[in-house]
């Protein structure tokens, strides 16, 4: 007699099932365990996009040193249109579901940063072309990192985003040092040890401007949407701009008014959209208007022809005898 058992995580679930809600509440942190990665599995997705970090932030650094930054900003914010493209082919939830509204905020969103963007050009003739490459790789490489992590890791409890970011930065480490002798004796670019004052500023942009920024950012992906995620990139443009204004008393022209609104609009619209997984406006909207033309379209009569007009029947005597025949 062979005697089969269960596996662990299916037992869990299997018991949890059969659980009223406040048991079932009291044993949520054993439901958080179920299908949790592992050390090795970790390990095994920070090796690969460890890679693909790295060459979406050397895409935008590259960016900034070929052109100007309000340039940078306006093709980067093409990573909201490549993020809901491939979140469509490569779905990890309902919310990843491509319509015609969250491509209107998508739109909205670029539009909103070009104006905010054209309010800062110092000069607008003079954008590089390389400058341009290397920002459309950066979005597209960002698109390809939070899509592709979302669809390996569908939930937050599942993966250790401290242990992730660990794994990240040690596997930078270990593998592209050799890139400084590269750089350096290609002629590239110099290696030199950084001053104190530098090491300073590393050490605090590393600290808040990667850690605390990418697992903020990370985290709320995975709680909300990977196109959610990347449109709250594009708030970081107006946001900054407005603390030069309140602390540095910087003056901006109308477009940047006139930018920022559908920038937070957008933000917001997606939101919504990813909250009602099935609901899509602009179509439903499309479609009403499509229907009210037809019908109006079809309650037009046709011009009748002369024929058509023609009597049959004589209204009137068409002769004289018939005239006195009738008086």
């Not at 970790?42 to 060459?55: E, G, N, Q, T």
């Not at 909103?112 to 003739?125: E, I, Q």
Request: with cysteine; glycine share 6%; proline share 4%.
């Amino acid at each position: 007699m062979e005697v089969r058992q269960l596996p662990s995580t299916q037992a869990l679930e299997a018991k949890l099932s059969r659980m009223s809600y406040p048991a079932a509440k009291d044993h949520e942190a054993m439901l958080r365990t179920v299908g949790k990665l592992t050390i090795t599995d970790v390990a095994k997705i920070s090796f690969f996009f460890c890679f693909v970090w790295f060459l979406a932030n050397l895409s935008y650094q590259e960016a900034l040193s070929n052109t100007q930054v309000a340039i940078v900003n306006i093709l980067s914010s093409t990573s909201g249109l490549f993020t809901l493209i491939l979140a469509a082919i490569f779905p990890s939830n309902s919310s990843d579901r491509f319509t015609l509204s969250k491509l209107l905020a998508v739109s909205l969103s670029m539009g909103g940063v070009a104006l905010v963007s054209f309010s800062s050009m110092d000069n607008p003739d003079e954008n590089g072309v390389a400058g341009s490459l290397w920002s459309l790789a950066g979005a597209v490489l960002y698109a390809v990192y939070i899509v592709m992590i979302k669809r390996r890791v569908d939930r937050e409890d599942k993966l250790d985003i401290p242990m992730f970011f660990g794994f990240v930065g040690l596997f930078n480490l270990l593998l592209l040092w050799p890139g400084f002798l590269l750089l350096h004796y290609t002629g590239f670019e110099a290696f030199e040890l950084p001053s104190q004052l530098v090491w300073t500023y590393i050490l605090i942009n590393g600290l808040i401007g990667t850690v605390l920024s990418e697992f903020l950012w990370l985290w709320g992906c995975f709680l909300t949407s990977s196109l959610i995620g990347t449109l709250a990139l594009s708030l970081t443009i107006p946001l900054s701009i407005m603390a030069d204004i309140f602390m540095q008393k910087a003056r901006f022209s109308w477009l940047f008014f006139a930018g920022a609104v559908p920038v937070f609009l957008s933000f917001f619209i997606a939101t919504i959209l990813c909250h009602y997984n099935n609901w899509d406006p602009v179509l439903v909207g499309l479609r009403r208007v499509y229907v009210f033309v037809c019908r109006k379209h079809r309650s037009q009569r046709l011009p009748e022809d002369g024929e058509q007009c023609e009597s049959l029947i004589p209204l009137h005597p068409v002769c004289p005898k018939e005239a006195s025949f009738c008086s």
